[in-house]
């Protein structure tokens, strides 16, 4: 039998559809998959693809005529080509053309727009659906949203992010509480992209409440975006207790420092950040949107979404509470066991590749 072929296509590339693909990579080749990575340079300098054995080919995030050459060109000989997110599998969908290549798509996250934007993104999730032979989604309402759009083949997978090793210690050594001005004081770490609908102006006026608690907890806010300008000016104008990091070298050792881990957002699929908290044993308070709840279960606080006051009530009942926060911690790691690992989300991707690839064989149980 010949050597399996995959390209995975990543466009803009969230942090957890970059870290997937970098331990999918890495897995199939461990398996005796020819693996080639295209996806814009930056992100290779970020997750180093080329180090899991795969072929690394930089894909500008465009959808210009030299980009969908460039995507073409590295589709050659697959045998399956593999998007990540939308606009990747649009770009993927070009660039193979009439070709008779299979496409898979992985859906990993859900955009919001309004007014001409809103039917733009409709139309690019139409397409994308519909040119994919299966799309993954990596939330139940996801394949929903699929099968919504037109897709021949919607599944749930509910895929795995590996956690950097080592990230637990953190925890009692106190330098990163210590760097951050949190040694007496509680901690809170949120993580995130800093943009429309993931609810960190909800978060800051949580904030405005917490004032009134003694100690005054900090929180933490790690991410970069383009409304971290307006955040900034309300920390500021408002005297808020909140400091935003930008960019944080392993947010897995920062939510291990903290005493509370909050997720505001609209919407998150298999957040990265639920799930480090998790495994880590760090309490975690969350907006009740998108995939969370199947993610955590009852593991985790579950707010409305945008309801200020019941986010800043449940941390400040946490707080309150050690042992409520311990037992979250125990319920967490518990939850977090149950989740599939990395060699589940490989086995689950190789099974469709050889079913796409050897339909009548799988068809007949050969």
């Given at each position: ?14 942090a957890?559809?970059?870290a997937?693909?970098?331990s ?18 930056e992100?290779d ?16 995030r465009?959808s210009d ?18 998007a ?9 969908g ?10 898979v ?7 919001y ?8 993104l409709q139309?690019?999730e ?19 949203r ?29 330098k ?38 003694d ?8 991410g ?15 005297e ?7 960019h ?17 957002g ?31 279960g009852?593991?985790a ?6 309801d200020?006051?019941a ?20 319920a967490?790691?518990l ?6 690992t990395?060699d ?11 079913e ?11």
């Amino acid at each position: 039998m010949s050597q399996l072929r995959t390209v995975q296509v990543l466009g803009g590339g969230s942090a957890g559809s970059s870290a997937h693909v970098g331990s999918l990579a890495a897995g199939l080749v461990a398996r005796g998959v020819q693996v080639t990575v295209c996806a814009p340079a930056e992100l290779d300098r970020a997750y180093d693809f080329a180090a899991t054995g795969a072929r690394f080919v930089a894909v500008p995030r465009r959808s210009d005529p030299a980009a969908v050459a460039a995507l073409r060109s590295a589709c050659v000989g697959a045998d399956v080509v593999h998007a990540h997110g939308l606009h990747a599998a649009v770009r993927t969908g070009l660039a193979l053309g009439g070709r008779r290549t299979p496409m898979v798509l992985t859906w990993h996250t859900r955009a919001y727009a309004e007014g001409a934007r809103a039917r733009m993104l409709q139309v690019v999730e139409r397409r994308a659906a519909r040119a994919a032979a299966v799309v993954f989604g990596t939330s139940s309402d996801l394949v929903d949203r699929a099968r919504q759009r037109g897709a021949r083949d919607a599944r749930l997978a509910p895929i795995a992010v590996p956690v950097p090793r080592g990230a637990a210690a953190v925890r009692d050594d106190g330098k990163i509480r210590a760097e951050l001005g949190a040694v007496e004081r509680p901690l809170l770490v949120s993580v995130g992209s800093l943009g429309p609908h993931h609810g960190y102006g909800t978060l800051l006026d949580a904030a405005r409440l917490w004032r009134r608690l003694d100690p005054v907890p900090l929180l933490v806010i790690a991410g970069e975006g383009r409304e971290r300008a307006v955040l900034q000016r309300r920390i500021l104008d408002e005297e808020l207790p909140v400091r935003l990091i930008g960019h944080w070298e392993g947010v897995a050792g920062l939510l291990a420092a903290a005493d509370l881990a909050v997720l505001p957002g609209r919407w998150e699929a298999r957040s990265v950040p639920a799930q480090v908290a998790l495994r880590l044993g760090v309490p975690l308070v969350a907006a009740a949107a998108g995939g969370v709840p199947e993610l955590v279960g009852d593991t985790a606080e579950l707010v409305p979404y945008g309801d200020a006051d019941a986010m800043a009530h449940a941390v400040e009942r946490l707080l309150s509470d050690p042992e409520a926060r311990e037992r979250m911690a125990a319920a967490g790691r518990l939850q977090a066991a149950s989740w599939p690992t990395e060699d589940d989300t490989i086995a689950q991707m190789l099974s469709v590749y050889d079913e796409l690839t050897h339909p009548v064989a799988v068809a007949r149980g050969w």
